[in-house]
């Protein structure tokens, strides 16, 4: 179907209904908080109400977004919902608890820009060129002819900055600059979001990524480096598992090496692999094939531990990755 | 004067006059790299003959930048030019020993965005609205309506790039992200650029980002922070004084604080001291009070040591500045 035909079936899908449930994926990122609250403002301007549920608070970093206070954690709503816009959700599952929000008959509208997409909307917005789903949220309110405010911009411009890693990736398109545009325009300052979004450094992560890099190590041919956090670590420093995210930059980004790895022990015992490559590797893959899933160039999965086994496992299936 | 008339007589200066030494101020950034570049490309487009020179070589992180081997160096050329293009100069003692290269009557061609320009050219295209040099080179290569080949986009990509810190400082505008559109879709790939620029670390950097890390601290305030690199712990390390650069952003980005400063050890005992605020504080004034320069937001000076006494000297100052 083409994007035009999809903008049009999502904005009657919008127009046409009222009450709607905003869902985004477990364990947000800055573009499922991004699309969703920007999504917010737009039901917002239309007059339409909504509920935005999540089974996890917002994280600390991302309650400067306009709106944020309106998300509700799934497990104290006690109703349930026809109408449901999914932002950012490849799939159904990835809704976690919140999905048992939804009546048996609910109407979904998926909008989204995973390749693994699987279509599982009533009506579905799903642009795989999109970098963003909050990209997507922006076309859509083009197509609406609403005028985006201050507070939607700076959610918009969020979910663009955080899955372009800074415009930085290779998803950001001409139209990437051209829609970034649009939103300064409206009269943000980026400077502000970038630097609470991206560089802002808490002192425990400044400690935590000393800590980290004494645990730097590469293979051989220089071409897969990876670090490892543990549990005690993590706690000694106060650090949040938030606090660890940012640390596979700097296995990736060294250079030589194409495939960047950090090992995160979490309070279970299992261990979060985080994944990053920079031109060839597909790490979507290979998360998948541990039960995880992301993008050709971040992904990540959980498993179970020892951490030693784990890392052997992935070392060997990056290695495989990086020969083929 | 307004932009159109300086924009034209730029025009006329480059349509007239053939045979011109290009010239950016000493120890080049990348908006010194990509605007001289970029012009070079433009020149080679018109026709023109041209030479590049600075006193320094092109350091290894910039050589990447198609034709970067056209720059010589100044004590090698033999010849003097009548005229010149000076690019992201603020004055003419920034250009440094290649200012001998000028003939008696040489004329300049002064193309720069820095507020302390003090419009040393016979023309003088002085933009301090643009974001960097690049910027204003592009909006000259429209002004001659030159098509951009991807070598001219991508010197000119990079020096908005870092002139912008990644299209993150506030001199981020609207135009910025029309005109980077506009050098993407010329074809370069941004994921490599920024990746080169911005991302990529030696390995030796990452070992020095852990040691220097063990040296941050902060006032009681939280609002400066500050580290130090000495000159035995570069050498310890093979690293290099441009390793060091990127330093700064730890002290500057912990949260709450507003001025983070690297305080590095030189060759000769001297002290490099860099500095970087994020809203309030003009440290482009306060490196001008010692015999230094740059912007509002990032800028720098070197003093003579010990390095304790450099270090209370610029708190000092950092302190009063933060206060008032």
Redesign the interface.
């Known amino acids: 179907m083409d994007r035009e035909t999809m903008l049009q079936e999502a904005a009657e899908f919008i127009q046409e209904r009222d009450d709607f449930l905003l869902l985004t994926h477990v364990q947000p990122d800055g573009d499922a908080y991004g699309s969703t609250l920007g999504m917010a403002h737009l039901l917002q301007t239309l007059g339409k109400r909504y509920t935005i549920a999540n089974e996890d608070p917002v994280v600390d970093k991302f309650r400067f977004l306009p709106m944020s206070e309106k998300f509700q954690l799934s497990s104290e709503i006690t109703r349930s919902f026809s109408h449901v816009i999914a932002l950012d959700c490849g799939d159904i599952r990835r809704l976690g608890e919140s999905a048992a929000l939804l009546a048996d008959e609910a109407e979904i509208l998926n909008i989204d820009h995973h390749k693994t997409n699987d279509l599982f909307g009533r009506a579905n917005l799903v642009d795989l060129e999109a970098a963003a789903t909050s990209q997507i949220v922006f076309t859509l309110a083009k197509h609406l002819e609403l005028d985006l405010n201050i507070g939607g911009a700076i959610c918009l411009y969020t979910g663009i900055l955080t899955d372009t890693g800074?415009?930085?990736?290779?998803n950001?398109?001409?139209?990437v600059?051209?829609i970034?545009?649009g939103l300064?325009?409206v009269g943000i300052?980026?400077?502000?979001i970038?630097?609470r979004v991206?560089?802002?450094?808490?002192?425990n992560q400044?400690?935590l990524?000393?800590e980290a890099?004494?645990s730097?190590q590469?293979d051989e041919s220089g071409k897969v480096a990876w670090l490892s956090v543990s549990r005690p670590l993590l706690n000694r420093l106060g650090a949040s598992d938030e606090d660890a995210e940012g640390l596979v930059?700097?296995a990736r980004?060294?250079?030589g090496v194409e495939v960047g790895i950090l090992f995160r022990e979490k309070e279970d015992g299992s261990i979060k692999v985080s994944l990053r490559s920079?031109?060839r590797v597909d790490v979507g893959e290979i998360a998948l094939s541990f039960g995880g899933g992301g993008h050709a160039r971040a992904a990540g999965c959980t498993m179970p531990g020892p951490a030693e086994q784990v890392q052997l496992q992935v070392l060997t299936k990056v290695r495989e990755a990086i020969v083929s």
């Open positions: 800074g415009f930085r990736y290779s950001t398109t001409v139209e600059h051209q970034v545009a300064l325009d300052n980026p400077f502000e970038s630097d991206l560089e802002s450094l808490t002192w400044v400690q990524i000393r890099l004494g730097l590469r930059s700097y980004n060294v250079q920079k031109y």
